[in-house]
């Protein structure tokens, strides 16, 4: 049993920042792509930025120059630092995370999602 739990979420005017964090918890051997999607009202669920185990990072180029994706691989823990918001970055945010878990099986983890709310 592994587990991903969101903090940080919130309601910022357009221009302001937000702190997202995603820990994992459980059963975890390691894990290798860790990243945050978004999903918006009546829209799909899209990627905002993606880490690998390496440091290797993506991002959408809607939040590229925005947006800073880090983690701490002993830690179990993904963040995303978000600048200069826009009200078109309102959705509620997923933590995903690719983990091995100590019984050697693959699981593709999703957090129960943190909403953001940038208002005009």
């Known amino acids: 049993q592994v587990q991903l739990v969101e903090s940080g979420g919130g309601l910022v005017q357009a221009g302001g920042t937000l702190r997202l964090s995603c820990a994992a918890s459980?059963?975890?051997?390691?894990?290798?792509?860790m990243g945050w999607y978004r999903q918006a009202p009546g829209k799909q669920r899209e990627l905002v930025a993606t880490?690998?185990?390496?440091?290797?990072?993506n991002y959408a180029d809607s939040v590229k120059g925005r947006f800073t994706i880090s983690r701490d691989n002993a830690e179990y823990t993904v963040r995303l630092q978000m600048n200069s918001l826009k009200p078109e970055d309102t959705a509620v945010y997923y933590c995903?995370?690719?983990?091995?878990?100590?019984?050697?099986?693959?699981?593709?983890?999703w957090g129960q999602g943190t909403q953001v709310t940038v208002s005009s």
């Open positions: 459980g059963s975890i051997f390691s894990i290798n792509d």
């Open positions: 880490i690998t185990s390496g440091g290797r990072l």
């Open positions: 995903n995370a690719e983990i091995r878990t100590r019984s050697w099986s693959y699981v593709n983890s």
